[in-house]
């Protein structure tokens, strides 16, 4: 049962990395445009290439 | 070569229909704005766009103009935000470039349409996050505390605890501020809502799994109420955006209605400015096919004005100078000059905007499902718990009182079932029951072009029983047709005439003959017709003065040639093709139809002849088209208005539910639930039966969540209640609501 001291940091620690990464893309707005994200993956780079 | 010939009308994949040439194009100068880094940037709505083909189309169209430096569109909210260096293009050339392209495009007013970021929506994703990670992670703990029971030593079951009530405690105090403000709020306002009992479940049951946790026992509920935070979140981000979503579409719409206006200064000089900007006594110009901002009077010019969406008369109104002209109206043949009589909000059309504003109010009573069940549901939940402290509490002693030998319980057990019956019928199904529902069927509409405004527009619609349409625009396409059969020399002759006026019979007659050459020497008489050589199209006056009146009422334009007797064009306003179609449908459900139109009574009665429509009515103004919604509504009938025009739309916000088509004027799609987009009507009845499913499924969800809590309360009452149990049920009562609604989207495959 020692394996248990590491085990639930860890585990904790990686969904806390989560739960970060979730609020980055909320705060980064992507969830502002989810239809056109959705869409966007259909446009091929080279010829859209605005920038 | 065929992908050109399809990039050039709208939509590449032809999911949406090409924006009509004649959308209103208001000139954007006066919206531009400048942004931080110093670029001049301008937001659009635009109209049409539905895939990628259309993002890719619309953005290396217009970066393709000289100076353009950035063009994003969002595809969820429609807004195009198109930036330049200062000076380098002219706004018009960005709506002219998409106008070409096939999309309609209006641009906003900054004031009526500041760019509000979703706060409260994001806010509730994070509750939504954190909560999920907390019931997640919990349940990590829980599920060895359940299936080592028995094996498990306390110390370790203790440990587990602890940890859990770690994550469990600020995870709650900071996932339930929605409800915990709700709730407060109800509360200082001496009501009770649905958040009462859910913030009461969260503490007690907080404070009981610490009391227990502290005293090394089994019961504690950390997984339960994180859990259950986490459904209710769901229920409660879904229900915000069906409301964020109904509220920018009404946004957009009254940031749309903001109309520019040319006005021409004291050099001589033309400036776009926004119509709330006008003054009295300024002078304004107003191009052909333009709509007038503000009631005036005309300076310069003859002309034809088009007024049917303020009265419903198909027939344009000539004019000449010291004609009064309404805001409203559309000017369609010759630019005017005009001096504005009054400011845009003392306009006649304000005057219809508070009759809006008054019809809204009589709507603002209804009292949605979710409200309903949260009012019978609170009291009755409140008291079930109460009754568990007490009897838990007091029935041994009472029992020792008729002879039995029990000992007694003591209040920690009491509180514990308490607070058991409290988690056990948290509104978890409840609180997802009609939201679920919702999302799936307005999301199922938009595809089909029906825009739903109002978030309990639904439940309204499921309810009418009578249909009260308009005539002109709505039952019709509120576009001339011609309607007499001619020779097709004759026709080709006069077509050529007809090519080089704006009027609307003009250009009915060329589309009804199709393409053609124009005449060279043709001139534009204004207010009479036009000339070419010996060639005369027009008013019957100007044309065969020699004729005698055909007295049917149609709308007609004359042509005669050299000596040719002359030929009479006869037209009518066609009805939408499907409308005799529609009208059969809603009377097979059982929904009664009537017509009330501002147009002339023979009009209508050969309009209502061909839709099968019984009961119409002819030549209503605006207060009579209210008054009947409001005389309906006396006998106990629930009205939906269907109307395009401004004179409907004080009628469309006084009916139960109202709908209007895409074309319709922006003040009566604001004013209207529904928008229905693209010529035809019968979407209108797919979101009647959507609206009537939705409902029955919405009622299922219920019941089935009164069901759950007459089952689930009384075992937790009897202290049945352990956390696995209430973390069984919780979910699953949730999912099987989540399912119901869904299966919305899999029953609609009838014929």
Redesign the interface.
């Known amino acids: ?1 020692n394996v248990m001291i590491f085990l ?1 940091p860890v ?2 620690f990686m ?2 990395v ?2 970060c990464a ?2 980055w893309s ?1 705060r980064s707005g992507q ?6 994200a959705a ?5 091929p780079d080279d ?2 290439a ?1 920038n | 070569m065929a992908t050109v010939a399809l990039t050039e009308s709208g939509c590449p994949s032809g999911l949406a229909p090409a924006a009509d040439a004649e959308t209103r194009r208001a000139d954007p100068a006066a919206f531009v704005r400048r942004d931080a880094h110093g670029a001049e940037t301008l937001e659009l709505l635009i109209q049409g766009a539905k895939c990628a083909g259309c993002i890719r189309k619309i953005e290396s169209g217009l970066l393709a103009l000289p100076g353009i430096t950035d063009a994003r569109l969002n595809l969820s909210t429609g807004r195009l935000r198109v930036s330049w260096s200062p000076g380098t293009v002219a706004p018009s050339s960005i709506t002219e470039s998409l106008a070409r392209m096939g999309y309609g495009a209006a641009a906003f007013d900054p004031a009526a349409a500041a760019r509000q970021v979703d706060e409260e929506g994001r806010k509730l994703l994070r509750y939504l996050a954190v909560a999920g990670f907390a019931a997640m992670n919990i349940m990590m703990f829980s599920v060895p505390v359940w299936s080592g029971d028995g094996e498990m030593g306390e110390g370790t079951r203790t440990l587990l605890h602890w940890i859990s009530a770690l994550i469990a405690i600020p995870a709650a105090l900071y996932a339930a501020q929605p409800f915990f403000r709700s709730a407060w709020t109800a509360l200082r306002a001496r009501r009770a809502n649905m958040d009462v009992p859910i913030s009461l479940a969260v503490f007690l049951t907080l404070g009981i799994s610490i009391a227990e946790t502290l005293q090394q026992g089994e019961h504690a509920y950390f997984d339960g109420i994180t859990m259950l935070l986490f459904f209710l979140l769901i229920g409660r981000y879904l229900d915000h955006k069906l409301r964020e979503q109904a509220r920018t579409a009404a946004r957009d719409l009254l940031a749309m209605q903001s109309v520019t206006a040319s006005r021409i200064g004291a050099d001589g000089r033309v400036v776009a400015i926004g119509a709330a900007e006008i003054g009295v006594g300024d002078t304004l110009l107003l191009a052909s096919g333009d709509r007038a901002p503000v009631d005036g009077i005309i300076l310069e010019g003859v002309s034809d004005l088009d007024r049917s969406m303020l009265t419903g008369e198909t027939l344009p109104q000539a004019v000449r100078p010291g004609d009064q002209i309404h805001a409203g109206v559309i000017n369609l043949s010759q630019r005017l000059v005009i001096r504005a009589s009054a400011r845009a909000q003392d306009s006649s059309v304000a005057e219809l905007a508070r009759l809006i504003e008054a019809g809204e109010q009589g709507r603002a009573r209804f009292v949605r499902l979710a409200e309903k069940a949260a009012a019978l549901y609170v009291p009755v939940v409140h008291s079930l718990a109460l009754a568990t402290f007490l009897g838990w509490l007091l029935a041994p002693a009472l029992l020792r009182f008729v002879g039995f030998e029990v000992a007694d319980v003591g209040f920690r057990v009491a509180l514990m079932n308490a607070v058991a019956v409290l988690i056990i019928t948290c509104p978890c199904a409840l609180g997802l029951a009609v939201p679920a529902v919702q999302v799936v069927a307005t999301g199922r509409l938009f595809k089909r072009g029906v825009l739903v405004k109002s978030g309990d527009a639904l439940e309204r619609l499921a309810e009418v029983d009578v249909a009260v349409f308009d005539k002109t625009g709505t039952l019709t396409l509120g576009k001339p047709r011609l309607m007499t059969n001619v020779e097709p020399d004759v026709l080709r002759a006069a077509a050529s005439l007809a090519r080089i006026s704006r009027h609307p019979l003009s250009r009915a007659l060329v589309e009804a003959a199709g393409p053609g050459l124009s005449a060279d020497n043709a001139r534009e008489i204004p207010g009479e017709g036009i000339e070419a050589g010996d060639a005369r199209l027009g008013r019957r006056t100007f044309a065969a003065p020699a004729c005698l009146d055909a007295e049917d009422g149609a709308a007609e334009l004359w042509f005669a040639q050299g000596d040719a007797p002359p030929v009479r064009f006869a037209f009518v306003d066609a009805l939408r093709i499907d409308a005799a179609q529609t009208v059969s449908a809603l009377k097979q459900r059982g929904i009664k139809v009537e017509l009330i139109s501002g147009d002339r009574p023979v009009a209508v009665a050969a309009a209502a002849r061909e839709a099968g429509i019984e009961t119409w009515v002819g030549g209503a103004s605006p207060s009579d088209k209210t008054a009947r919604l409001a005389q309906l509504r006396a006998q106990g009938f629930k009205p939906l208005m269907i109307g395009d025009g401004l004179n409907d739309a004080a009628a469309l916000a006084a009916a139960h539910a109202s709908a209007s088509p895409g074309t319709a004027l922006e003040a009566s799609q604001a004013a209207s639930d529904l928008v229905i987009q693209g010529a035809a009507l019968m979407p209108l009845i797919e979101a009647i039966d959507v609206a009537k499913m939705a409902r029955a499924r919405a009622l299922e969800n219920l019941r089935f969540s009164a069901l759950y809590n007459v089952i689930a309360a009384p075992l937790a009452a009897a202290g049945f209640l352990t956390p696995l149990i209430a973390a069984l049920a919780m979910s699953g009562s949730s999912l099987f609501v989540t399912l119901n609604a869904l299966r919305l989207q899999l029953s609609w495959r009838r014929a």
């Open positions: 049962m639930i585990a904790l969904a806390v989560g739960l979730f609020f909320l969830y502002e445009d989810l239809d056109g869409h966007r993956v259909l446009i010829e859209d605005p």
